[in-house]
């Protein structure tokens, strides 16, 4: 969380909350995000007056939601479980998929599956609204090595491995703090480009409105880092 403190800012939250609910349905009221995080978007739409479902499969970051929620006076459904296998039994005017949760499962099956599921969660007529990386900016920029300071002194140094054969990115992560090794890790996304992304959510219902970049701006997203993908589940 320290890591992405300066990534993940108010005027960053504030910007996302505006896309989304200039993207939401007409007469918008229920509204699934999955995963939620540690609540920085729920919490800010419930106060909206949207009623909310969040469901993370990490118990510090529902934790730390529900105690954001309390201090907002907000009403929100949050929920610890693994959006494969939990069951929420109810469809929704929207569902949420934001910074980039998609691609990080362990097989490509594994991730198709988490998109019917969130597929799945729409009504008819409803929104999916996923916000993820951008490859075709990500290669136009790539570093294999690459090196962040926090404010609060932490060093992260990343080195990154493309495989064109899977299409994964791994990235190996080393948290220094004084010299001395914190943390050493490393995570594997499967990169997914538009077009694929489209395709697998057209398969479960959800044909695309529009492609926009990390600002909400519809047009070119050549230089965008991360983009906005808005899905209306097809009426039965």
């Known amino acids: 969380m320290s890591e992405k403190k300066d990534v993940l800012t108010r005027g960053r ?3 996302e909350l505006r896309i989304i609910i200039a993207n939401l349905p007409r007469h918008c009221r229920t509204i699934l995000d999955a995963p939620c995080g540690y609540g920085r978007i729920s ?6 007056n949207y009623q909310l479902v969040g469901i993370d499969i990490n118990k510090y970051f529902i934790r730390i939601a529900q105690q954001d929620a309390t201090q907002r006076r907000n009403s929100v459904r ?3 479980g693994n959006i494969l296998t939990k069951q929420i039994n109810k469809k929704f005017d929207a569902v949420l998929n934001i910074f980039t949760s998609i691609g990080y499962l362990e097989t490509e099956e594994k991730n198709e599956l988490l998109i ?3 597929c799945n969660y729409v009504k008819p007529g409803g929104r999916l609204i996923i916000e993820t990386m951008n490859p075709i900016a990500m290669f136009r920029r790539y570093e294999e090595r690459s090196n962040k300071v926090t404010n609060d002194g932490k060093v992260f140094s990343f080195r990154r491995y493309y495989d064109y054969k899977t299409a994964t990115m791994t990235t190996r992560v080393r948290e220094t703090r004084s010299k001395k090794l914190k943390f050493s890790g490393a995570h594997i996304i499967r990169l997914y480009f538009p077009h694929e992304l489209v395709e697998i959510c057209n398969k479960y219902g959800c ?4 492609i926009l970049d990390q600002r909400g ?3 070119d997203i050549m230089d965008s880092l991360r983009m906005w993908l808005i899905f209306t589940k097809r009426k039965q």
């Open 78 to 80: 949050y929920l610890v």
């Open 43 to 48: 919490n800010l739409l419930a106060s909206k």
């Open 217 to 219: 701006h519809d047009g």
């Open 13 to 15: 939250n504030n910007q």
């Open 207 to 210: 044909e695309i409105d529009q």
């Open 116 to 118: 019917k599921k969130l």
